[in-house]
């Protein structure tokens, strides 16, 4: 599982086997999302997020979307 970033207790990662398009996985608390990062940032699915957890998740991947693209080719090609 490769993590991209961690921030204010957010973790940023990917599987080994992932598929596109391009994603990134968020975990915070008990709460998981995906948020798709390929053309826009926008939230796929997500469970277990207070609302102003999940606005803080989606904060942090367009400020880091470019990060998140970088690391996504480099471990999944």
Not at 28 to 36: I, R, S
């Amino acid at each position: 599982m490769p993590v991209v970033f961690e921030k204010d207790g957010y973790k940023f990662f990917f599987y080994s086997n992932e598929h596109g398009p391009v994603h990134v996985h968020v975990r915070y608390g008990g709460g998981e999302a995906v948020f798709d990062v390929e053309e826009l940032v926008e939230l796929r699915e997500s469970q277990g997020f207070k609302m102003s957890e999940l606005s803080k998740a989606l904060k942090l991947t367009r400020e880091n979307r470019n990060l998140i693209l970088e690391k996504w080719y480099e471990h999944l090609g």
